[in-house]
């Protein structure tokens, strides 16, 4: 039975100014046959053993992780663990990592990542970096695209929800994060309804080109809104950073209801060059706050972890002419700029309009002193003084836009499903598309740079409901291909997702595909508890702590009998992968561990740590299919009661079984 598709969505608005809004997805199985075009299937096959053209980086939500996909097909390609545990390959629990998710709250094991974002030169995606932010505990993640691995963490002191972040700056000098929730800077006891009094936003510049070295740059302090989304000037607004923020009731309950007053909220217009030089001439305070930054050190690849005890804020009533005020209907999301970087688009959840602000208009606005009021020290422009135009009628509930490079703009509409394709300069909608059901993001690859690459678009929704055979009350989310090479949008392909991906990045396979690296160079390998041949590996003892250095080649462990260990003690697991040959892994799993198993990439060393709480004898093995003899490639160790007299032992080479026992000659 097919039932012609229908939407509907309802916008209400309550005489006492309750908004609530509602929608509804299609109630019976839809059909979307019509809508797809008739060669869709033959343009995303990508053929066995040829490659996709796009790479896709799509966040990970509430996984923490982030996704890679290859368009247009819509494959996985990796899952890249960034702030949770990741028990497939031990992240977060091997010894080696475990720094990564250090905060100044402890070991924090999971968190919910938003918005990835590549690294950029000259305003174009470079396929140097991918970073990523935490939005619950405010985080930015650097992840190296030569290895797909995360790679640098820096926690955001002074800030609480990191939603608008990581976003770059043109040359990728600073990735960006502000504050979503205002919190009392410093964080002290304070009643909740004194928000107005003590609370306080916050923008963040990071430095984010020196691997290794991510740091706060400065801080600047901002009224007691909520913060939401950014994006970097181009071109002509190079140097200049434009928020979103919204709540400017500065409402601390039911924001449902009292953050949706006013007519417009803002987006702020942050000068960064001039912030630098008001750190420059002094003008920026030395205020102590605690964050961490951790970062893998390249050769050992052991996560360190260094705690940092202040940043540089501004305030800008002492560094005038740092941030102006763009009034913006209504409790605005997302704000992007044009590839020309002249227009500044915002998408206002409640407005009936898109508002497009032009940053020529801008800058003779403030030269004018064209100013409405001021806030805390931060001109608030006139509206029609900066506005370039209205995209009338667009649909219900914009959220975010991106570009195609050719003129036009695609704007997610999360209310009345939909992307709404529209002309920058004359502000007329061209195109309209249903997608199914509820987008949020929508992605075009390089679309929020100064060179979209505008063959297709991704929309990001956030319900799924009958779009795939149903599977319990949770759906994967969705993900929508859309071709937007033509006139009109076609849709080509539904593929399911990862946790929520809020946002995504994707670039052309050919920037970063040849830069792989294939394996980890043993020679260079400066692990202290590396062990480079079959002959170097042992058992050693320091009080109750025993280490255990080991090999994983094709098929075995060497060593691969272990005995006197005794209940009571620590067991340390160093296994190093000593193949030297792209893509051949191996696992390393012990019976009663109390974390996942390692998984160990060629020429990489890897630390399970154990305690074992009987005694017995017990097997471990290689978690991964590495070889026609991969279930022969095991072992066994021994735990003895305590203050057994069993020896320690490990069956390798006689020069390793000369030192075995030894517990005086350690390492
Ligand atoms: S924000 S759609 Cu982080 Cu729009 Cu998710
Ligand atoms: Cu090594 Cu299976």
């Known amino acids: 039975m097919k039932t012609s598709f229908k939407r509907s969505a309802m916008l209400a608005v309550a005489s006492i100014g309750a908004i609530g809004i509602l929608y509804a997805c299609a109630t019976k199985g839809a059909t979307t046959q019509s809508l797809v075009s008739g060669d869709a299937a033959s343009r995303v096959y990508v053929a066995p053993g040829s490659y996709d053209e796009f790479y896709t980086f799509m966040s990970g939500g509430y996984s923490g992780q982030v996704s890679v996909y290859g368009l247009p097909s819509g494959r996985l390609l990796k899952l890249i663990p960034v702030f ?49 932010n935490a939005n619950n505990t405010p985080r930015i993640a650097r992840i190296d695209l030569t290895r797909f691995e995360t790679d640098e963490i820096i926690q955001i002191p002074n800030s609480a929800g990191g939603h608008a972040s990581p976003f770059t700056t043109p040359n990728s000098k600073y990735v960006v994060s502000a504050t979503r929730f205002s919190v009392p800077i410093p964080n002290t006891d ?20 020196q691997p290794g070295k991510m740091d706060i740059a400065f801080q600047i302090l901002m009224p007691g809104y909520n913060y939401d989304l950014g994006h970097a000037g181009k071109g002509p607004s190079d140097g200049w950073f434009f928020f979103t923020s919204y709540n400017s009731e500065q409402s601390n309950t039911k924001l449902e209801e009292n953050a949706s007053q006013n007519d417009k ?71 992007d700029v044009d590839p020309t970087g002249e227009y500044i688009v915002a998408g206002g959840k409640l407005a009936t309009v898109i508002p497009v602000h032009s940053f020529t208009k801008m800058q003779k606005a403030i030269a004018d002193k064209a100013f409405e009021k001021e806030i805390d020290g931060i001109p608030v422009l006139k509206y029609d003084a900066v506005m370039a135009g209205e995209v009338q009628k667009p649909g219900l509930g914009p959220l975010h836009t991106e570009f195609d490079g050719k003129g036009y703009a695609y704007t997610s509409m999360f209310i009345s499903s939909e992307v709404v394709k529209w002309k920058l300069g004359t502000w007329e909608v061209v195109d309209r598309i249903p997608v199914y059901y509820s987008i949020g993001h929508l992605m075009i690859p390089g679309g929020d740079s100064k060179k979209p690459w505008g063959k297709y678009l991704v929309a990001m929704n956030k319900i799924t409901k009958d779009r795939y055979l149903p599977t319990g009350p949770e759906m994967a989310q969705s993900a929508q291909l859309i071709d937007i090479s033509g006139d009109k949008m076609k849709m080509l392909l539904d593929f399911p997702t990862i946790g929520e991906p809020h946002y995504a990045q994707g670039l052309p396979a050919s920037i970063i595909k040849d830069k792989q690296l294939k394996y980890h160079k ?62 051949i892994l191996h696992g390393f799993a012990v019976l009663g561990a109390n974390t996942p198993e390692l998984i160990l990439a060629p020429g990489e060393t890897r630390t399970l740590k154990w305690i074992p709480k009987g005694p017995g004898v017990y097997p471990f093995y290689c978690t991964d299919f590495c070889s026609a003899l991969h279930q022969e490639m095991q072992g066994y160790i021994r735990v003895s009661p305590a203050g057994s007299s069993v020896k320690l032992m490990a069956n390798v080479s006689k020069k390793s079984q000369a030192q075995i026992g030894d517990a005086k000659k350690g390492q």
């Open 265 to 335: 909220d803002f987006v702020a217009a942050v000068n960064y060059k001039r912030a630098e030089e008001c750190v420059t001439q002094g003008k920026a305070a030395s205020r102590p706050s605690d964050y961490m930054h951790n970062w893998i050190d390249s050769t050992s690849r052991i996560a360190k972890s260094e705690k940092k005890t202040s940043v540089k804020m501004i305030d800008p009533q002492s560094c005038p002419g740092i941030v102006y005020y763009l009034p913006t209907p209504k409790s605005p999301h997302g704000v």
């Open 190 to 209: 304070v009643p909740i309804d004194s928000y107005k009094k003590n609370f306080k936003g916050t923008l963040s510049f990071i430095t984010a080109d």
């Open 522 to 583: 043993l020679a260079e390998n400066t692990n202290p508890w590396v062990t480079k041949s079959e002959n170097d590996g042992g058992i050693t003892r320091t009080g109750k702590r025993v280490d255990i250095k080991m090999i994983a080649i094709r098929s075995h462990f060497a060593p691969d009998n272990l005995e006197g260990v005794q209940v009571g003690d620590t067991v340390y697991f160093h296994v190093t992968n000593i193949e030297q040959d792209w893509d």
């Open 84 to 132: 949770s545990q990741f028990p497939e390959d031990g992240y977060g629990y091997n010894e080696e990592t475990k720094p990564m998710l250090q905060t100044t709250y402890g070991f924090l094991p999971w968190d919910d990542s938003h918005h990835p974002e590549l690294s950029q030169t000259d305003g174009v995606p470079d396929g140097r970096w991918l970073f990523i």
